[in-house]
Nanobody
Framework: QLQLVESGGGLVQVGGSLRLSCTLS????????VAWFRQAPGKEREGVSCITNDGRNTNYEDSVKGRFTISKDSAKNKNTAYLQMNSLNPEDSAVYYCAARARTSWYCRIAEEDYDVWGQGTQVTVSS
């Protein structure tokens, strides 16, 4: 059964870093584009970043460019996508979701309708 499981969230101070993980079970990540989304209390879910199935191309929402890095490791014992988050600020506090879709493409969009498998979310809280 295809399943995404996120981990790595937590409480961090302003300026700190966290690395989120998103592990795919059931199929190899080689064939999947992956994206991260986040939702803060009282706000709509927004896209953060995406990566193509081959890992060669990425896309970022403007507010995280230069601070966040998405990557993926399709090795059999990993099968995990990551979101390295640096220079965190309180506006980054949210529940972070990873999403995936079986797609081989040179381009990815950070759009919810492009993904059909979702994780349960992991909380990130940045304290000032």
């Amino acid at each position: 059964q295809l399943q995404l499981v996120e981990s790595g969230g937590g409480l961090v101070q302003v300026g700190g870093s966290l690395r989120l993980s998103c592990t795919l079970s059931g199929f190899t990540l080689d064939y999947y584009s992956v994206a991260w989304f986040r939702q803060a209390p009282g706000k709509e879910r927004e896209g953060v970043s995406c990566i193509t199935n081959d890992g060669r191309n990425t896309n970022y929402e403007d507010s995280v460019k230069g601070r966040f890095t998405i990557s993926k490791d399709s090795a059999k014992n990993k099968n995990t996508a990551y979101l390295q988050m640096n220079s965190l600020n309180p506006e980054d506090s949210a529940v972070y979701y990873c999403a995936a879709r079986a797609r081989t493409s040179w381009y990815c969009r950070i759009a919810e309708e492009d993904y059909d498998v979702w994780g349960q979310g992991t909380q990130v809280t940045v304290s000032s």
